[in-house]
């Protein structure tokens, strides 16, 4: 009798731990599902991840990201122009004023890129 009993508290528990582990793995996966759906290899992901680092200061990531962006998508016209604005925060005024033209000429509607491109061809030493 008592072998009976030792045995249904056995199988209660196990299928107690097989409940209890299914519902945290259900638990883990929906946590992750953010996660799981990032894709890297898309353009507008790294242009995001290049906006957030840019705002942070970050400028040498946000370059990084913004090169990500045109390697997937050449043609990327926000991507050349805010990589300009990054450039010329790191010191490369040149650099930055070709990245522009460049989104320029693949969007000619940028108005922020047309600004910045002509503050920064106004600079002294230009």
């Not at 705002?55 to 045109?70: C, L």
């Not at 910045?116 to 061809?121: D, E, I, R, S, V």
């Amino acid at each position: 009798m008592n072998s009976i009993s030792e045995r249904f508290k056995n199988i209660i528990i196990i299928s107690c731990l097989i409940i209890f582990s299914i519902g945290v793995f259900n638990i883990f996966m929906q946590s992750n599902a953010y996660a799981l759906k990032i894709n890297v290899k898309n353009p507008a992901f790294q242009f995001k991840k290049g906006m957030g680092a840019l705002k942070g200061g970050y400028n040498y990531i946000a370059i990084q990201h913004f090169q990500k962006a045109i390697i997937l998508r050449p043609h990327f016209a926000k991507a050349w122009g805010e990589m300009g604005i990054a450039l010329h925060r790191l010191g490369f005024p040149s650099l930055g004023i070709v990245s522009l033209k460049k989104a320029l000429s693949y969007n000619p509607k940028l108005v922020w890129a047309k600004k910045f491109l002509a503050k920064y061809m106004a600079e002294p030493g230009r």
